[in-house]
């Protein structure tokens, strides 16, 4: 596919992160209430008012009102397409609508952008093996997988009450970390940043209905960047025998722009091959992963440039997201308009491919010098951490824009809890 042109200029170019080939769904305020948007090149198209305005299709009530995507997800893959398809319309170079759609135009530079949708639930799986094996290496000395990891997507049930947009600022968590004898109770020291994506859940199924890969395929609307912030050692000392907790229930960030998956079709690309045979309801008539080139930057407070700590691929992850949801449901568990699947850290075969600072330092063994001479074996105070992504067409990209935290220092211990 080539570039699509449109008759907003910015989106012809080369670089431009959304073409009329990307469309991406957000939710923006200027001084009001919130509204839906989509951005086209460095604007914003007010989809809330392009409703009222009757130039969308009429659902059977008002979809974009509500300040969230939500309520047009749940109409389905036939909706998502008649409405994409739609826009791109409108917005192609040459259209005689013009004059109806400019007046939606909104700069994003004159915007806040907030959550794009409300998250119902939030599952954070473990599907990068390059991952996986380094943190076996780290934390056992022993690179060999788990006996289950090769036959089923591993997972957990996290907090969608603690998912937040890009730019929130997230706050140094405190708990309990293992030391000789009792526990002690502190800010975490070992602050983590985790490169993933997370794909969200379009269409519902019902409790005792599991779903094919096929299926889980149809039913997800679109995919962010997803940061699921980790505390290292609070965590290794919670995580037997029930798995994370506290030392991931803090805080996860995610990118304010939904990429729709009918734009990332053209870049779909096959899996790893398999060393162990998958069950066969986890067998994929399409390829399930996509082409995504991804990256991590850190700022530390002051310093005028950041460094770039990372650069992969989604295509280095084992297991798709279909696949992730079709495992999910397997056992009948209900999935909900509005689930958020995380993809586990991604982690490429090469150093500067590994998608956490755990992974990057070896556990704080090995701390990375940055160009103004300071060094991080984890996250300190200050610091910014910022996901980035795209993939690359002929001619143009999808991007994934920005999803970026600073981390705050920690609350003061309360009296009772000292």
Not at 167 to 173: A, D, F, K, L, V
Not at 319 to 337: N, W
């Amino acid at each position: 596919m080539a570039l699509l042109k449109s008759w907003v200029a910015s989106a012809n170019e080369a670089q431009a992160e959304f073409p009329l080939n990307n469309l991406p769904y957000g939710v923006f305020s200027r001084g009001g209430g919130r509204r839906c948007g989509v951005a086209i090149g460095d604007m914003i198209v007010d989809v809330t008012r392009a409703e009222e305005a009757g130039l969308l299709a009429p659902a059977a009530q008002p979809v974009f009102a509500g300040g969230a995507w939500n309520g047009f997800m749940a109409l389905g893959p036939g909706a998502w397409m008649s409405f994409r398809a739609r826009l791109q319309q409108a917005l192609a170079l040459g259209a005689d609508e013009r004059a109806a759609w400019e007046p939606l135009l909104v700069a994003q530079r004159d915007v806040a952008l907030h959550l794009p949708f409300n998250i119902t639930e939030f599952t954070d799986f473990y599907a990068g093996r390059h991952h996986a094996q380094n943190m076996g290496e780290i934390l056992r000395r022993s690179r060999t997988l788990p006996a289950n990891w090769l036959h089923m997507p591993a997972g957990y049930n996290g907090r969608a009450s603690s998912v937040v947009v890009s730019g929130t600022p997230i706050r140094r968590p405190l708990g309990q970390v293992k030391q000789a004898g009792a526990p002690r109770f502190t800010p975490s020291e070992k602050l983590d940043f985790e490169l993933e994506l997370g794909a969200i859940v379009g269409t519902p199924s019902q409790l005792g209905h599991p779903v094919s890969v096929a299926q889980a395929d149809a039913m997800i609307f679109g995919f962010v960047l997803l940061n699921d912030w980790s505390a290292r050692d609070m965590q290794a000392w919670e995580y037997q025998p029930l798995g994370p907790f506290q030392g991931k229930a803090f805080a996860t960030s995610i990118s304010p722009w939904i990429i729709p998956k009918a734009a990332l079709e053209g870049f779909r690309v096959a899996p790893p091959s398999r060393e162990a045979p998958l069950l066969p309801y986890l067998h994929e008539a399409k390829p399930g992963l996509f082409d995504i080139d991804l990256e991590v930057w850190i700022q530390p407070r002051g310093a005028a440039e950041p460094t770039t700590l990372c650069r992969t691929n989604a295509t280095r992850l084992y297991y798709s997201a279909a696949q992730q949801l079709a495992h999910h449901s397997i056992s009948g568990c209900p999935m909900r308009v509005g689930d958020l699947l995380g993809s586990g850290t991604i982690s490429g075969p090469e150093h500067d491919e590994f998608g956490s600072l755990m992974e990057l330092s070896r556990g704080g063994e090995k701390p990375i010098t940055l160009p103004n001479g300071e060094s991080r074996g984890f996250i300190e105070d200050g610091d910014s951490i910022t996901l980035a992504g795209h993939a690359q067409g002929d001619g143009f990209r999808i991007g994934f824009g920005q999803c970026s935290g600073t981390i705050l220092p920690a609350m003061d211990t309360p009296g009772w809890a000292r």
